[in-house]
C-alpha cells in the first residue's frame, strides 16, 4: 500500500433492518476495539440504507470506531415538494459521501448519465462527496468528481473478480482521461481473501466490497487484510 489511506467503501445495499444494523456495528466495535486498524492507512466508509443513519451515526460516535457514512442514492432535486424522495441536505448530516451511478440503479432505475449529474450537482451543494461508478472504462466521467469506482458488471455479486492487473490498467486509464486528480476504486466480488491483491496495486486507491460488508466479522477481516 502507497502513500494515502486505502478507502474501504462497504456497500450494503437493500439489506438491514435498522436492529440488524446496531447488531452490526456493536460486533464491528468490538473487533475494532480488540485490534483497532491503522487509519492513516485505511479510511473506512460504509455506504448503508437512509433507515440506518441517525442509528449508525450515534452508535459510531460513542464507540472507538473510525467509520464515515455514506449513502447509497440521493435525489436528484433539492429539498421540497418531491413526495418520497430522500435528498441530499437531509442527509448531509450524517452521511459524507453518496454513491452516484451504480449499475444497479442504471440498469433497475433508469439512471441515466443526466440524472446521475444532476445527483451530483446536489451532493456538492449539501457539502458532501460523490462516488461516482462507471462499470467500463469509455463511460463519461463528470469532471467534477474526485473518486470514480470502477466496477465492471461481470464481477458484481459473481464471485468472479477482475483480476487486479486489469483492474490497475482501468484505474491507469481513467486517470488519465480525468481532467482532475481522480482516486480510482475497484469494485466487484472483493473479499477479505482477495483485498490485499488489489491494495498492492499501484493505480488502485480503494475497494469497493457488497456482500462482504454484510457481515461484521468478515467486512473487519477485509480491513486488516487491506492493510498488508
Ligand atoms: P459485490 O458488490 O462485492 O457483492 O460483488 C460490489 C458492488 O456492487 O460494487
Redesign the pocket.
Known amino acids: 500500500m502507497k502513500g494515502a489511506p486505502f478507502y474501504i467503501l462497504g456497500?450494503w445495499k437493500s439489506n438491514k433492518t435498522v436492529a440488524e444494523a446496531a447488531d452490526w456495528i456493536k460486533e464491528f466495535a468490538s473487533l475494532w476495539k480488540k485490534q483497532p486498524p491503522d487509519t492513516s492507512r485505511v479510511q473506512v466508509v460504509l455506504f448503508c440504507g437512509y433507515i440506518h443513519l441517525p442509528v449508525l451515526a450515534s452508535l459510531v460516535a460513542l464507540s472507538p470506531v473510525k467509520l464515515v457514512l455514506g449513502v447509497q442514492n440521493i435525489s436528484a432535486y433539492p429539498a421540497g415538494a418531491y413526495t418520497g424522495e430522500i435528498c441530499a441536505n437531509q442527509v448531509s448530516e450524517f452521511a459524507r459521501f453518496a454513491l452516484i451511478g451504480?449499475s444497479e440503479r442504471r440498469r433497475l432505475f433508469a439512471e441515466t448519465n443526466v440524472v446521475a449529474a444532476e445527483k451530483i450537482k446536489r451532493v456538492i451543494e449539501a457539502g458532501m462527496e460523490s462516488v461516482y461508478c462507471i462499470q467500463e472504462e469509455s463511460m463519461n466521467m463528470p469532471d467534477v468528481c474526485n473518486i470514480i469506482a470502477y466496477?465492471p458488471v461481470w464481477?458484481?455479486?459473481t464471485g468472479k473478480p477482475a483480476a487486479p492487473e486489469h483492474a490497475s490498467e482501468v484505474a491507469a486509464k481513467i486517470i488519465a482521461q480525468a481532467k482532475r486528480n481522480v482516486k480510482v476504486i475497484y469494485?466487484?466480488?472483493?473479499t477479505p481473501d482477495n483485498v490485499h491483491t488489489y491494495a498492492a496495486m499501484l493505480h488502485i486507491s480503494g475497494v469497493?466490497?457488497?456482500?462482504?460488508s454484510l457481515n461484521a466479522k468478515t467486512f473487519y477481516s477485509l480491513i486488516i487484510n487491506a492493510q498488508r
Do not use: D, K, R, T
Request: aromatic share 0%.
Open positions: 456497500n451504480h466496477e464481477a458484481i455479486g469494485g466487484g466480488s472483493v469497493l466490497p457488497g456482500g462482504a
